[in-house]
């Protein structure tokens, strides 16, 4: 089982930065594919990034591509999202997930594949 916890998040100007951390505690994190994804209000849940178990593979979406870097620290059951240039539509609550043991051909960029989730952090970019 994975217990995770994000921070980060915050206020921040159009163009600015911010880094985002998934703290994870549980025994099969270093075997979890991780997924970052974003709410804003009033829509779904979508997309943002994900990273395999062993940080081999990463994938983004469309509008993140190029902003954003997601990494992993597996020894300190850790995951990160860079988010440079920000942008007013970047504005949500962003919810890392861990996805345990996962298949060769899983997608990770569809929600329902995770296992657990966490309680999200507020993104906020003013424009």
């Known amino acids: 089982q994975v217990h995770l916890v994000e921070s980060g998040g915050g206020l921040v100007q159009a163009g600015g930065s911010l880094r985002l951390s998934c703290a994870a505690s549980?025994?099969?994190?270093?075997?979890?594919?991780i997924g970052w994804f974003r709410q804003a209000l009033g829509k779904e849940r979508n997309f943002v990034a994900a990273?395999?178990?062993?940080?081999?593979?990463?994938v983004y979406a469309d509008s993140v591509k190029g902003r954003f870097t997601i990494s992993r620290d597996n020894a300190k059951n850790t995951a990160t999202l860079q988010m440079n240039s920000l942008k007013p539509e970047d504005t949500a609550v962003y919810y890392c997930a861990a996805l345990e043991f996962p298949g060769g051909s899983v997608d990770d960029t569809n929600s329902d594949v995770y296992d657990y989730w966490g309680q999200g952090t507020q993104v906020t970019v003013s424009s």
């Open positions: 549980g025994s099969t994190f270093s075997n979890s594919n």
């Open positions: 990273v395999t178990w062993s940080g081999g593979r990463t």
